[in-house]
């Protein structure tokens, strides 16, 4: 009786029981093992599904990438040579903009309250007065690296809270006019002659510390040098004669230059112990060739 009753309820149940339709079975994401992190294909997959709304419509990689990042960043223009929005293309962070190593050709539009610019290793030719008009509250720009020929007039007139400055390793031919309240110049490795320096260049840079002008043409000394100078390298010049006031004061036997701790001037032409007179208001004779 009980096998009757159970094959009876097989019978008449089971055929009305059905399974889940397809659609409400959810399978679990799948990602084949062939597939590495950062592969061109899981990059492509991630792309695709961040542009898709939850709604079902498309949004284009552009329109989302402007839904992100700070406000102040989406009123930069794009850059003049990538036409694209500088923040973009280089990283901004705090205050800072990082454009190393992009072979950027012009300096990009800056957010406003930018601080710190490094713009190293580019192709960078021109630097012109309309960069920085209206970014004042820079304190630092390193262009090291890049092939800087031409500086406008009062390229940096504005900058009036810069500290720091490095046009290292371009291709300068003369000096702009430096900002006042710098404290770390460098100009390493350009192509410096004397002529393109003005007499007085660092006479009002009463903060200046550290001033780097080796591996140039320099063929004298740059005149009226600031009482603050700590540190000033010339090495590797053309340097080949130095005067009594080059340092010192020859009217003024007993001034000393309390601040300066290193001056370097080695590979010159130039005999230092034929002037010894020149470095005696110094506490440490310079680095260079005596005999």
């Not at 901004?92 to 800056?110: H, K, N, R, T, W």
């Not at 009036?160 to 430096?178: D, F, H, I, T």
Request: charge should be negative; glycine fraction near 4%.
């Amino acid at each position: 009786m009980k096998t009757l009753q159970t094959t009876l309820f097989l019978l008449v149940f089971v055929p009305l029981m059905k399974s889940a339709p397809p659609l409400q079975q959810e399978p679990l994401p799948f990602y084949d093992s062939d597939i590495t992190w950062g592969s061109p294909i899981q990059q492509d997959y991630e792309m695709q599904s961040q542009d898709i709304r939850k709604d079902g419509t498309n949004v284009s990689l552009d329109t989302s990438l402007r839904l992100q990042g700070d406000d102040s960043e989406h009123n930069v223009p794009p850059t003049k040579d990538t036409n694209l929005p500088t923040c973009l293309l280089c990283v901004c962070l705090s205050g800072s903009v990082y454009c190393e190593e992009i072979d950027i050709e012009a300096v990009p539009p800056l957010p406003k309250e930018t601080a710190y610019l490094y713009a190293r290793f580019n192709k960078i030719k021109r630097i012109a007065v309309s960069d920085f008009a209206d970014i004042t509250t820079l304190r630092r720009i390193d262009f090291s690296g890049n092939r800087i020929e031409e500086i406008e007039d009062g390229a940096f007139s504005k900058l009036l809270l810069l500290e720091e400055l490095s046009l290292a390793e371009n291709r300068l031919l003369k000096l702009p006019v430096l900002p006042p309240k710098l404290t770390t110049f460098n100009a390493n490795q350009n192509r410096i002659k004397s002529r393109g320096i003005k007499a007085n260049a660092f006479k009002k840079l009463t903060n200046l510390a550290y001033l780097y002008l080796g591996h140039n043409a320099l063929e004298s000394v740059p005149l009226n040098l600031p009482e603050s100078l700590r540190i000033l390298h010339l090495q590797y010049n053309n340097i080949t004669t130095i005067t009594d006031d080059t340092f010192c004061k020859s009217n003024n036997t007993r001034y000393i230059r309390t601040h300066m701790d290193e001056i370097r001037m080695e590979g010159n032409p130039i005999l230092l112990a034929k002037h010894v007179n020149a470095f005696s208001c110094l506490r440490t004779l310079p680095v260079g060739t005596y005999y």
